[in-house]
């Protein structure tokens, strides 16, 4: 009997620093930081994350698949721009649709677009008192298909 005890108690020593693990791993990993992107030594403030489908306008139609993350200058815009994110995402749905597949295709034109849609949302967020909010576009999948 005060084997099977010992075993039990150890058991659930066991279960329970097993589960305290867990918690501290997922609160841990839930904490989230400021990333740094790759062409800027301070921390990057991204206020969205998104992939965006849309058909291309012109003579050769096809479509754009981007993955999209939107860089905001600093922490203080940042939280000012909470809540823009539907905007957000419509303009670079809207932007890329009315692109040419000439003007998408490629990767020398990939940075034409990351500076059009940048500067389409600065404007658009100008309009609403953030001068120069957007930082950078940054591609993570950039897919022009005929």
């Not at 039990?8 to 930081?33: F, N």
């Not at 303009?91 to 295709?105: A, G, K, M, P, V």
């Amino acid at each position: 009997m005060k084997q099977s005890s010992s075993n039990l108690i150890i058991a659930i020593l066991v279960l329970l620093i097993s589960i305290a693990a867990i918690v501290i791993g997922w609160m841990m990993a839930s904490d989230k930081k400021p990333v740094t992107s790759k062409n800027h030594e301070a921390p990057a403030y991204l206020l969205l994350e998104k992939e965006i489908s849309t058909a291309i306008n012109g003579d050769n139609r096809g479509s754009v698949v981007v993955k999209v993350a939107v860089e905001i200058k600093d922490q203080e815009t940042l939280k000012k721009t909470k809540g823009w994110e539907p905007m957000i995402s419509a303009e670079i749905s809207s932007y890329l649709n009315r692109r040419t597949f000439n003007e998408l295709e490629g990767p020398e034109n990939m940075e034409n677009i990351s500076e059009g849609i940048k500067s389409r949302l600065n404007e658009s967020l100008r309009d609403s008192g953030l001068k120069d909010a957007v930082k950078s576009i940054l591609f993570a999948k950039y897919i022009v298909q005929q």
